[in-house]
């Protein structure tokens, strides 16, 4: 997957999956979202899911610091590019090199705790140059867009406490290309 095919898909459907257990496998595969971010699990699992994923044209990001049995290098970044997974989340700026090397599409994560973490987290992406930047929690982001977007080129994903439909819209009208939630009412275009 590009970045051109990862922002079509987020244009398509502003909201990614946060797949955090099997039950969310499921959901989320027979949901609407077109990208699903895996934040939990194993690597046993991983390339079962990409292949279900593929076959219904959804594209899988995997968060390689919160899976396990994954090596946190080059590697780890090797065997996910070669098991088929289109993105990899990760807050760590060597593996953002790594992973675009492999031609992956690479997103980063600020957390936002304070203003020191806003000053350090800038200085540490904008010499990793990710594709896109995922900023948590991402309830705040539409507050603190108008900085990051004077600072960073984005794209920039939203994360975190996104809970209704009037978040996603807040955040998309402050400039983030897609929101991730948990919410499984957030991943279906009509009520459940």
């Known amino acids: 997957m590009t970045r051109q095919e ?8 502003p909201v990614a999956a946060a797949v955090k257990s099997n039950e969310d496998m499921q ?12 934040l939990k699990g194993d690597a046993f699992q991983i390339a079962p899911f990409v292949a279900q994923a ?15 049995g994954i090596g946190k290098d080059r590697a780890g970044i090797q ?32 957390l936002l705790v304070d203003d020191s973490a806003l000053e350090t987290g800038v200085r540490t992406i904008a010499r990793a140059a990710p594709d896109f930047i995922e900023v948590l929690p991402g309830i705040i982001f539409p507050e603190v867009a108008s900085i990051l ?19 996603v819209a ?3 009208a402050a400039g983030a290309v897609l929101s991730s939630s948990s919410t499984y009412k957030l991943w279906y275009s009509t009520p459940r």
């Open 170 to 172: 807040r955040i998309q």
């Open 54 to 68: 593929h076959k219904k044209g959804k594209g899988i990001v995997v968060h390689i610091d919160l899976v396990g």
């Open 79 to 110: 065997y996910l590019h070669q098991i088929g997974v289109d993105a990899v989340i990760t807050s760590r700026s060597q593996l953002v090199a790594a992973g675009r090397a492999e031609g992956l599409v690479m997103i980063q994560r600020l």
């Open 6 to 13: 990862f922002l079509r898909l987020a244009k398509r459907y």
């Open 149 to 167: 977007q004077q600072l960073l080129p984005g794209p920039f994903i939203a994360g975190g406490f996104i809970r209704d439909t009037s978040d």
């Open 27 to 38: 959901a989320a595969l027979e949901s609407d979202a077109l990208l699903l971010f895996m």
